[in-house]
C-alpha cells in the first residue's frame, strides 16, 4: 500500500483518543529513585465522554529532595493534533496544581502521544499522592460508527507496584453488549467493569473495553 493511499484511508477514520498511567521523571538523571506504590483509575462513562481520574502514589526511597515532574500522557490517531488540547488538572498531596502544560510531544504517521505534567519535588523519605482528572471524547468505532472503545495504556515500571486498579463505571443501559475486553481478566457487570492486580511489576499493557452502546441514536454521525 503507498503512503498516499495509506493516508488517504487513515483520513476516513475518526478520530480518538485516551489516556494512561502517569510516571514521574527527576530533573537530575543521577537522583535517587522515586517509587510508584499504586496506581488506580477510574473511566466514567456517558453517552459522548469518557473522564480518566487516576491516583498514583510515589515515594522518595532516597536521603535528598528530589525535583521533577509528574506527566500524564494523552494518546490518539487522526486529526491535526487539535484534538489533545485537554485541560488535564492535577493535584499533589491534596494541593490543587491547576492544569498541565505540554512536556512533550511526539508523532509516527498518524499516531501521537503527548505528555502533560506539573513540576514538582519529594523530600528526602517523602510519601505524595498525584491525582489526575481527564475529559475525552468516547470515540465511535466500526461499521456505521456503531461501536465505541474506552482504551488505556499501562506504562511498565521497574518497581513492584503494591497495587493497580482499572475500573470502568456507566450509568444503567449505556452499554448494551460487550464486544471486546483485553487484556483477560476483566469482570464486568451491568454497570462497569474491573481489572486489577497486586504485587505486580508492570510491563507496558494495552487495556481495551470495546461495546455496542445500548442506545442507537446519532449512529454515523
Do not use: C
Not at 502514589?57 to 532516597?62: A, D, M, R
Not at 498518524?110 to 506539573?118: D, K, P
Not at 497495587?163 to 448494551?176: C, D, E, M, S, T
Amino acid at each position: 500500500m503507498t503512503t498516499l493511499v495509506a493516508a488517504a484511508l487513515l483520513a476516513l477514520a475518526p478520530a480518538a483518543s485516551w489516556s494512561g498511567s502517569p510516571v514521574w521523571v527527576s530533573k537530575d538523571s543521577a537522583a535517587a529513585h522515586v517509587r510508584t506504590v499504586f496506581h488506580t483509575t477510574t473511566i466514567t462513562l456517558d453517552r459522548d465522554s469518557m473522564t480518566y481520574r487516576g491516583k498514583t502514589l510515589f515515594k522518595n526511597t532516597g536521603d535528598k529532595e528530589i525535583a521533577g515532574s509528574v506527566r500524564v500522557p494523552v494518546m490518539g490517531f487522526q486529526g491535526n493534533g487539535d484534538f489533545f488540547k485537554s485541560d488535564v488538572k492535577g493535584t499533589w498531596g491534596g494541593t490543587s496544581l491547576g492544569s498541565a502544560k505540554m512536556m512533550s510531544d511526539a508523532n509516527v504517521e498518524a499516531n501521537w502521544i503527548q505528555w502533560w505534567g506539573f513540576d514538582v519535588s519529594l523530600k528526602p523519605g517523602e510519601w505524595k499522592s498525584f491525582e489526575s482528572t481527564l475529559t475525552r471524547p468516547l470515540p465511535k468505532m466500526g461499521e456505521g460508527q456503531a461501536e465505541r472503545l474506552v482504551r488505556f495504556k499501562l506504562f511498565g515500571s521497574r518497581d513492584q507496584w503494591d497495587q493497580f486498579q482499572l475500573a470502568i463505571k456507566w450509568p444503567r443501559g449505556l452499554v448494551f453488549q460487550t464486544i471486546e475486553s483485553k487484556p483477560g481478566g476483566w469482570q464486568v457487570g451491568d454497570r462497569g467493569a474491573f481489572w486489577s492486580k497486586n504485587n505486580w511489576t508492570p510491563t507496558d499493557t494495552e487495556f481495551r473495553f470495546r461495546f455496542y452502546p445500548g442506545t442507537f441514536e446519532g449512529i454515523g454521525g
